[in-house]
């Protein structure tokens, strides 16, 4: 039975049965045998997405509503019926490639005038009604705050024939308040690995940040949905959860006369998930550095299934660029930070985001962002070029420094920070990691590929049988990447080193 006959089967018992259109007909190929029915919404969808993982969350939770509603994947953008492109706006870059893409979709539309095409994410929160100006081929425009209605709008497109909008995201503090914030944000069931979201927004407004108007007003999830959410997760096979937020370890923070201090709540999250039964590992990211109190690093050190694994953005070295910045903390207490962190959890490993070319930064103060670097030997960075985004404080300074410099800049931290991950890894050649095995690896099919709770990729030798399950692998190779390693024969279905942590607890 073709697609379209099962649609139509579907469309049979639906109370909102409508003609079907010419275009469905002729797909097909039976136009004359079908020409009272109609398609009320598509039933195909691709879904393109850009940014970070709170994106790539996103995209799963809307990919769970489509498939709810009947839809299938479709294998690619040209054989869809609705394309959804899911967009970042943190560095002019992948705007940009999302403008690119919205062009080639408005050729594919010029042939098939019933595809519908949605923008959601950053950009769409960003933009706003001012993106369909730019790029009339979108029928259907979501805000970050509205990923639970897109497939609801996504039919009305198509059954209305209207474009749809919703851009309503808190701005203020009240608002973030009374912001409707009930509602699961488990995406995806029945995978290894989970993203999960559990506060949004962010309210640090960093000069140079996006994030704030794209995601609005920081606000966290209930704790008892959050851990409602982990067991639902456990129950379906995931083993490995990663909680998110844009500043995770302010998790519950409250305001006090003006003063944002912290009741022991993330710490106390951590400690209620790592009771749940059939979740092996917990990961969070990213950690802002003024939020890093005590009792968190207690927990990490202390529970058994938190990984070992914290990454601790410090964006620049000196102390006027980051006073600038608005990031909350000097270059001295990060470094103390950092020293508390690799006394109390041994083998911590640590990762950090850098940006070089801040409105302003000289010479000298780069140098400090390059000692920062050789000093405190981080195991990887993301490192990037400072990109002016519209409406940040940052981009209406005046001193912006000249392109040419500002890649020189990055290409420096990136051969720097390259050897350091390199030299760190060559160094764990010999050791034994444990490796949550995800299955063959795609690039290298006849490796075994999973992660170490440092977040290590590692490739190794073993059997397909593994996957799903804790291997210990001798590494044999370290690289920028990651370790090459041999499967040790020692298996398990949970992990052996919470189990080391806890028995040492
Ligand atoms: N909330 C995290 C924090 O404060 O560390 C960062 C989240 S942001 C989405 C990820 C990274 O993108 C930042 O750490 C920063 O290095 C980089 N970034 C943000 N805005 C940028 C800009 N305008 N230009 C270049 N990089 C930027
Ligand atoms: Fe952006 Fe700063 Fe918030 Fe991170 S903490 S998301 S860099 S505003
Ligand atoms: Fe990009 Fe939005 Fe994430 S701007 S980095 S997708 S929060």
Redesign the pocket.
Known sequence: MTQLKENLIQIDFSPSVRELTRLDLEADGEAGAFALADAPRPQSYHIITY??Q?NVSDSERIEAQLKEQGMSAASDEASAELVLINTCS??ANPENKVLSKLGELRLLKQDRPDLVVGVCGCMAQREGEALLKQAPVIDLLVGTANVPRVSELAQKVRATRSRQVALEIPTTRTEALAFERGGTRVGTMGKLKSFLPIIEG?D?F?A????PKTRGRERSRPMEEIVRDVERLAANGCKEVTLL???VNAYGMIEDGGHRKSAPHFAYLLERLNNVEGIERIRFT????ADFRDEMINAIARLPKVCEWI???F?AGDNEVLRRMG?GYTREAYIALVQKIRERIPNVVLTT???VGFPGETDAQHEKTAELVEELRFDSA????????PD?P??VLGEQVPRAVKKARLNQIIAMQNAITCEINAAAVGSEVEVLVEGPSQKNPKLMTGLTRGNKTVNFTGPEALRGQFARVSVTEGHLWGFMGEWTGRVSLSSFEAERKGAAA
């Open positions: 940014g970070c709170f943190v560095r962010c640090k960093c140079f940040c996006i994030v937020g844009q500043t990213s950690s802002h550095p990454h601790l953005p964006q990031r985001d850098i940006m993301y490192m990037f070029a400072y990109s002016p985004r940040t940052a981009a």
